[in-house]
């Protein structure tokens, strides 16, 4: 009798209900998807290249734009334009900046950046930010003379690219993101395609030239189009054609964040474990990346976080509307980030908010002058 009421006291201890076999086996799920999906992103992260920052860049020859039809802008002497730049580079834990870049190459030789972004996640301020370079800004690149920050991915690689962006405006990149046209439209076919509004105007060039490469998409209407990654491609690279009163590489980078913004709206409302499940896709398509694996998913974990605070997209251009100057330097047309130090004032606390005010006053002490 002692044996059995051992026996049946064991089978109660052992007997589980049913809402408790729910939750294991949710929880169960949960383990077993974590581990696959950590698994797709350990497989895949190592199918890009990784760059850790440390090993040497090969330096390429400088070049510099001829550029045509740039109307009467006066021809500057290069030896006249002095460059001082941000005297203190901003960081904070609380912020995340991460470096995206579109390469233009040429033939087998590394080309240049012809987007430039930089994503911000500020967990303080519980915001989200995308700030665009004009490709044609003028800036000293550290090691090489002074010209358009596009030519600093192709003199050094990313790493000069970086330590441009750090060395002119004070901003830390914590990590980039290198893409090339093909592995642009991959992502947008991944993702499902973005929609996009045209103007007449806009539709009427990207029908009848080649910057959508394949005739067959030259299907585009007057207002909301769902792109391919070929169409958008097209639009992203569109340059003299206005939009929002913006013309030249004012109107490029803005469909740029365009671009961005519709990916962005297609995202916003997938869960993490929606977001990284979409790892798979999207990692082979990276040219390069130095951001490390553990750092992937921290990254996509916080954005995810400050976007159910606050899901608003804004975004910044620069040089900024009202501080800059057209000119003429070896040939090429570039713009002046003109005063200098303003144009870093408002990037620095467009990025950095409230995170700024822990290391008192700005004082950038930034400047471009033109003579003597």
Known sequence: MKDRGIKEDSKKIR???????IVIGIAAAILVAGSGVYAAIDYYYHKINIESGQESVEKQE???????????????????????????AKESSDVINILICGEEAIHDNRGRTDSIMIATINQKDSNLRLTSIM???????????????????????????????????????D?????????????????GGIDIKLSEEEVRYLNSTNYISDSSYHNLHVGVNHMNGNQAL???????????????????????????????????????????????????????????????????VAGVKVRDKNSTLKTMNVPIEGYYKLTRVRGMSVVLASPLDENVKQ??????????????????KANITIGQ
Not at 252 to 281: C, F, G
Not at 352 to 362: C, I, K, P, R, W
């Open 15 to 21: 007997r589980i209900p049913l809402w408790g076999k």
């Open 62 to 88: 400088e070049i510099f734009d001829k550029d045509e039809n740039i109307g009467n802008l006066k021809e500057v002497d290069p030896a006249s334009i002095q460059l001082d730049s941000a005297a203190q």
């Open 135 to 173: 490709r044609d800004t003028y800036v000293k690149i550290p090691g090489f003379s002074d010209n358009k920050i596009n030519a600093a991915y192709h003199n050094g690689g990313m790493k000069a690219l970086t330590a441009t962006i750090k060395e002119n405006f004070g901003i830390t990149v």
């Open 175 to 191: 990590g980039y993101v290198l893409v090339n046209f093909d592995s642009f439209q991959e992502i947008i076919n991944a993702i």
């Open 234 to 300: 097209g639009y992203a690279r569109v340059r003299y054609v206005k939009k929002d009163g913006k013309y030249g590489d004012f109107a490029r980078t803005l469909r740029h964040r365009t671009v961005i913004k519709a990916i962005y709206k297609k995202m916003m409302k997938k869960s993490t474990l929606e977001l990284v499940a979409m790892v798979p896709k999207i990692f082979p398509m990276i040219l390069s990346t130095n951001i490390k694996k553990a750092d992937v998913i921290n990254y996509l």
């Open 347 to 364: 990037m620095q606390e467009f990025i950095y908010g409230s995170a700024l005010q822990s290391d008192g006053d700005f004082n950038a």
